[in-house]
């Protein structure tokens, strides 16, 4: 049987994930259901942040209602059954998931969107938070601001890091020190011109950046650095970038080397083609890019499209992701820096953008269109 074709009685989709293509892929499934596929979303929260909000949410510059996505009235509306609870392991032969809480769930297509995890936290005592899973980061600040660090530092010279930098200034006022640790080097995708104008909006924020080597260890008000150096700090934000949830080590399907799942252009693994996976959980073999949330917002309609045509019994078109993308970076002092490429550009408008997009973004999933009446 060629791997387009389902056989008549496969009609579980199992969905692992509130990520930003699920989200994408359940609105057009609430706008345009596929008869006959029953649908199953399997999520660990109920109230998905979209990612691009995160440092505004930290900065305290949007509300947490503002910035999240309502999973049961996006699954009723879709059509779905919605269990609230984790995948713990997969049985590919088997076509089952296994779950924390729940019974095994048998699946004829499973399409994984868990995002990632952050990447190991240095030894030692001092106080130190990852910023995965970004759902529940502005929770966990919050508890642990009660104490009002006055120095802070955040770990990580990506765009992440930079936005966080700039969140934390605004959300601990001036009297406090904030100092951004990049590690190897800021943005290093970036032109030189474009790291400059960063330095400067940094340094202009009164913001300290340690650059040249990264955090071993971290102590109770201080994080060391491999040269040798002492960062004076009570509180430290762990962002260094993206790894793979551990578990799927064991799922024998086909991994990249740091474990994220293989996907060819249909977003299958090229292991197990009845395996979709999208967004940061994802590395397409032909395609890899760097793990953000505007792919993985890319990668909702080509999903829908391919279980659709799956379930037509036609083969998935194949799709390629953007070779770049813009990153809108909050200076949460009313501008945001644009970066292009190798390009950077600072202004009141790009904050404008920026808020437009992620407002725009949240608020499709909260104005779905009326339902079709039922055949
Ligand atoms: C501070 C910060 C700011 C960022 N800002 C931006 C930005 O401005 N623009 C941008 O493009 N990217 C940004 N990123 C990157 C972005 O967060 C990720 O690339 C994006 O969230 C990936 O989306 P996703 O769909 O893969 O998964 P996620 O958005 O992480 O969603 C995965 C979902 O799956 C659930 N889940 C996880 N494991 C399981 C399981 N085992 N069972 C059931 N459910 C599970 C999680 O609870 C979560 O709801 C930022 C990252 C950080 C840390």
Request: charged share 20%; aromatic share 4%; hydrophobic share 50%.
């Amino acid at each position: 049987m060629p791997k387009h074709v389902l056989p008549a009685e496969s009609r579980e989709l199992v969905l692992v994930g509130g990520g930003h293509a699920h989200l994408g892929l359940l609105r057009a499934l609430a706008m345009r259901p596929v008869p006959g596929l029953r649908v199953t979303l399997l999520a660990e929260e109920l109230a998905p942040v979209y990612s691009g909000m995160v440092p505004g949410l930290v900065a305290g510059l949007y509300r947490p209602e503002e910035s999240r996505v309502d999973l049961l009235r996006l699954a009723t509306a879709a059509g779905a059954r919605l269990i609230h609870d984790r995948a713990t392991g997969l049985d590919p032969a088997a076509r089952r998931l296994a779950c924390a809480r729940h019974p095994a769930l048998r699946y004829d297509l499973l399409s994984l969107d868990i995002g990632s995890v952050s990447r190991p936290l240095p030894p030692g005592e001092g106080r130190v938070l990852p910023v995965r899973p970004i759902g529940s980061l502005e929770a966990r600040l919050a508890a642990v601001l009660l104490d009002g660090p006055a120095r802070a530092a955040v770990v990580g010279g990506g765009a992440a890091g930079v936005e966080l930098a700039f969140s934390l200034r605004h959300r601990l006022g001036p009297a406090a020190e904030v100092t951004l640790l990049p590690g190897a080097g800021l943005l290093p995708h970036a032109g030189g011109a474009a790291r400059a104008l960063v330095r400067r909006a940094l340094a202009g924020r009164g913001i300290a950046i340690l650059e040249g080597a990264p955090v071993s260890r971290s102590a109770p008000g201080a994080l060391l650095l491999a040269d040798g150096r002492e960062v004076p700090c009570d509180l430290a934000l762990w962002t260094t970038g993206a790894a793979a949830p551990p578990w799927l080590r064991e799922t024998g399907l086909a991994l990249d080397a740091e474990g994220f799942i293989l996907i060819d252009e249909t977003l299958r693994s090229v292991s197990h083609p009845e395996v979709f996976a999208a967004g940061d959980v994802a590395t397409m073999a032909a395609h890899p890019r760097e793990k953000a949330g505007v792919y993985a917002v890319r990668q909702g309609p080509p999903l829908a499209d391919a279980i659709r045509r799956l379930m037509a019994g036609r083969a998935p078109r194949p799709w390629r992701p953007q070779r770049r993308a813009l990153a809108l970076i909050g200076t949460a002092d009313g501008e945001a820096i644009a970066l292009w490429g190798r390009f950077a550009l600072r202004g009141a408008w790009a904050w404008w953008l920026k808020r437009r997009i992620d407002r725009r973004w949240v608020t499709r999933f909260a104005e779905l269109p009326a339902m079709p009446p039922m055949r």
